[in-house]
């Protein structure tokens, strides 16, 4: 009986010893195919775009004038009040309320 005890002892190192070498081998190999892929990845992902909004608003001039061919319909009341242009023929529509109304008051002026 003392023999088979030990002989099952014997076998369980020889088990661990493997298990363990084995273990070791398996995080060697899981740490190099990391190291392999990390770099793969970081080859292939997309580079985060570089936003050009602070170019944008640095090259934006406000002093300067509308094309003069741009038909006043295509600016806002408050433009066409700073250029001195005529704000009389434009309709203004008030979403709030009924817009045929409006559109008739505009073509009875």
Do not use: G
């Not at 298990?19 to 190291?35: A, C, E, G, W």
């Amino acid at each position: 009986m003392v023999a088979f005890f030990c002989s099952m002892y014997y076998i369980f190192i020889i088990i661990f010893f493997i298990l363990f070498i084995n273990s070791n081998y398996l995080l060697k190999l899981q740490r190099l195919l990391h190291d392999r892929i990390d770099l793969t990845v970081e080859k292939l992902r997309k580079k985060p775009r570089i936003l050009k909004i602070k170019r944008v608003q640095r090259c934006k001039t406000t002093t300067s004038m509308p094309p003069m061919d741009t038909p006043n319909w295509c600016l806002t009341d408050k433009a066409l009040k700073r250029f001195n242009r005529s704000t009389n023929e434009i309709p203004t529509y008030d979403y709030n309320t009924d817009q045929d109304k409006e559109s008739d008051e505009y073509h009875n002026d």
